[in-house]
């Protein structure tokens, strides 16, 4: 995997005409360099932050982490250093060092993230926006990618089972947090990605939260919310496997005994229909803007995704990366976006029944040489499964 | 999370303090907007219930600060956890076409004719970015700004501080009643969590929470929790933390799997305490990150390869004392550091110590709680 990256690093480092690249975002280091840190609230995660340095024509990444257990064991000592705290003007000077010694006066080099100190220590560089290199690289995983995404997805559905095996009414929407981290935490390489989301889905847009563009509210932050019977949550959740992220999404009834009521199971009816007809098609060659077509379609002409997200979207070492597909892009974007061997694809499809509530999942698929597998179990309890 | 609009904190007054040193703070910079994307930072701006992720992301314009309307303006396409002092007209939307948010920036009244701009970090494609939306390409350094406001906390800012750290400590309670022969690191890790979030605090300051320290080889702070079993007689660190209404709380303790004893681990535990006690010392109003360095030194212990100190508040924050950082930084009156002492002897272990300290008027006030091993 590591290797793979390196080589699709070089050669976009090659395309864009870059001496090498600095990244300081928790993605691009653990895309860079395969290390793994320990799941960080974002302020921690900024002051002791890990940086990936990859300079043109190195075969190995450089890593400055305080988390030096968390390097690859095939990175080379000369490659691992401690952490360069880019956020201090105190101590900046050591990375200003640490920088001329990769990189000749003048070089053009790719950064994801300026922080005023290096604003003000690192103006004998060209920086370039790193975003291109890394969108790139991250759009096509490799074999081993594509394997440690399943991974994440299987220990996280897992933990989702003993997780929904809790949900009945009077449990909190953080007591199925606990339940869920417990089970997730216990397997090795996993980390915490975001909060999980058990949102209430009220029958109605008007009785859920208000938004900005009239759709629906979602994904909302969970809180110590009573669960009432009867009550439909819409459930959100993702851990990283190696730095790799799961993506949970399925629709729950919180009951000791759920069963959907002869509407509910049309809305996920319905959701099966829009997924089959968008998953149907899609192989290489394809375009993002046919996948769309033929989800609306299958929803009677209404698009059947929210107005913020997509019909799909990518992952990979980010929770949502290219390609994005159904976006305010628009359908050009999307027309121009065609399917080819390698990339990931979410599918998440909202079906909504106006007083009736409605139905979400996920399901995640790989586009292959001449069509896709499945990532993600085609078991959507208490609805049924896919075809 | 448990709702930060509730319970006995007023988090009314505690945002309305916030703002108007925020406000206070720009006057005094000349800045006639800030543009925040430092999660950290637009908490405290905001209060908002904003969706936890973990980890750090390239800066991005989520939360714009107008001076002239004294409007607070959030990436957000809806009103759930937003408090009242944001209206609704006050949000702005999830866009991925730059070409929508650009018109939904241009829309925030101040903006367009602004010149003085804060943002609290940058991209390289930010500058051709700026002038779509503002008067202006240039930015002025809104980091330090955040950070000086963020220093020194109110009554109901350390409130938060206490209750995470409670959280915190009712996790420490579980990874000690877990603590036997034959659990792995990654069990208790998973058994923290799981406490927390039945607190309804479940997003953690860190996963670094649990390590055996090594009885062979050279004896270092690990960060990860892996399958690796407890043996009777390890060393064990338990570094819990847990976040509330947006503010971090936590410690660390070291543990003996078993419970014995030797005279080797007693005197670890000693120099331990030693260390700590050294560096708490130092915590005084007017004091220096020098006088930290200092007081380590005085311990006979080696030079530190671990952070001393850092600020605590909305997470971890500046400034930070280690790494040979932070010698000149000053210890601001009202201000909260977590302060650790590391010790290590090969063959024996290591054992870590770490307290969140308020800086008081006289002198330290240790705001954690359970006991240290003696």
Request: glycine content about 10%.
């Amino acid at each position: 995997m590591h290797s793979d990256r390196m080589r699709l690093l070089q050669e976009q480092l090659e395309g864009h005409g870059l001496d090498g690249i600095v990244l300081l975002g928790s993605s691009g280091v653990a895309y860079a360099t395969g290390a793994q840190t320990p799941a960080d609230d974002s302020g921690r995660a900024g002051l002791f932050r890990s940086v990936a340095i990859v300079v043109k024509g190195d075969t190995d990444p450089f890593l400055y982490s305080v988390a030096w257990d968390g390097a690859p064991e095939r990175l080379p000592s000369d490659h691992l250093f401690g952490p360069l705290f880019p956020d201090l003007d105190d101590g900046i000077d050591a990375m200003r060092d640490v920088i001329h010694q990769h990189f000749k006066l003048g070089s053009r080099v790719g950064v994801d993230e300026q922080t005023h100190p290096m604003l003000r220590a690192l103006g004998d560089f060209e920086w370039i926006d790193a975003r291109p290199v890394m969108s790139a690289c991250k759009l096509h995983k490799t074999p081993d990618e594509i394997s440690a995404i399943r991974a994440a997805q299987f220990m996280s559905e897992a933990a989702m089972d003993a997780t929904r095996a809790m949900l009945r009414p009077g449990i909190r929407q953080t007591d199925l947090t606990a339940t869920y981290l417990r089970n997730v935490t216990e397997c090795e390489g996993t980390s915490l990605a975001l909060d999980p989301i058990w949102q209430v889905m009220e029958p109605t847009r008007a009785a859920n939260p208000w938004t900005t563009h009239g759709d629906l509210a979602y994904p909302t932050t969970s809180t110590d919310r009573i669960l009432r019977e009867g009550d439909i949550i819409w459930v959100d959740a993702g851990t990283t496997y190696y730095g790799l992220s799961s993506d949970f999404g399925r629709t729950w009834i919180t009951s000791l005994h759920p069963t959907p009521t002869t509407r509910q199971a049309a809305q996920f009816e319905q959701w099966c229909a829009v997924v089959n007809a968008a998953r149907s098609l899609a192989k290489p060659g394809v375009t993002g803007l046919e996948l769309c077509r033929a989800g609306i379609a299958a929803n009677d002409g209404v698009k059947p995704w929210l107005e913020h997200f997509y019909l799909a979207h990518g992952i990979g070492t980010d929770s949502a990366e290219m390609p994005l597909i159904g976006t305010d892009l628009g359908e050009q974007f999307d027309e121009k976006l065609v399917l080819e061997p390698g990339m990931i694809l979410v599918f998440e499809p909202v079906i909504w029944d106006e007083g009736h509530g409605g139905y979400r999942a996920e399901d995640i698929v790989a586009i292959t040489d001449d069509g896709w597998v499945p990532l993600s179990n085609n078991r959507y309890e208490p609805f049924g499964v896919t075809p | 999370m448990a709702l930060e609009d509730s319970g006995r904190v007023n988090f009314t007054n505690l945002r309305t303090e916030r703002r108007a040193r925020l406000f206070a703070a720009m006057d005094e910079a000349n800045l006639e907007v800030l543009i925040l994307g430092r999660t950290s930072n637009i908490h405290y701006t905001t209060g908002a219930r904003l969706l936890w992720r973990s980890g750090v992301f390239p800066f991005a314009p989520m939360c714009i600060v107008v001076r002239s309307t004294e409007k607070t303006h959030l990436l957000s396409c809806w009103d759930d956890g937003i408090p009242p002092e944001i209206g609704r007209e006050d949000l702005f939307g999830l866009f991925w076409n730059p070409v929508s948010l650009i018109a939904a920036l241009r829309a925030i009244p101040g903006l367009v004719e602004a010149t003085r701009i804060g943002t609290d970090s940058f991209t390289p494609s930010f500058s051709n970015f700026l002038p779509t939306f503002a008067g202006t390409s240039e930015v002025h350094d809104a980091a330090q700004l955040m950070t000086s406001i963020r220093s020194v906390k109110t009554n109901d800012e350390i409130a938060c501080m206490v209750v995470a750290t409670t959280v915190a400590e009712a996790g420490l309670t579980a990874l000690e009643a877990s603590l036997e022969p034959g659990i792995s690191e990654r069990t208790l890790l998973s058994i923290f969590n799981q406490t927390i979030a039945h607190h309804g605090t479940p997003t953690p300051p860190s996963e670094s929470v649990v390590f055996v320290t090594d009885r062979q080889g050279p004896v270092r702070m690990r960060h990860l929790a892996t399958d690796r079993a407890l043996q009777e007689g390890d060393l064990v660190v338990l570094a819990p933390g847990a976040i509330y209404a947006g503010y971090e709380g936590g410690l660390a303790r070291t543990r003996v799997v078993g419970g014995g004893s030797s005279p080797a681990i007693a005197s670890l535990f000693e120099r331990s305490s030693a260390g700590l006690d050294a560096l708490i010392s130092a915590c005084v109003p007017g004091g220096s990150g020098e006088d930290l360095y200092k007081a380590w030194a005085s311990t006979g212990e080696p030079v530190p390869t671990f952070a001393l100190a850092n600020g605590m508040g909305v997470g971890a924050e500046a400034p930070l004392i280690g790494f040979s950082r932070g010698e000149t930084a000053i210890l601001q009156e009202g201000s909260v550091l977590s302060v650790q002492s590391w010790v290590s002897t090969e063959g024996i272990g290591g054992v870590l110590n770490r307290e969140l300290v308020r800086i008081g008027s006289r002198g330290p006030e240790i705001l954690t709680r359970s006991e240290r091993t003696s």
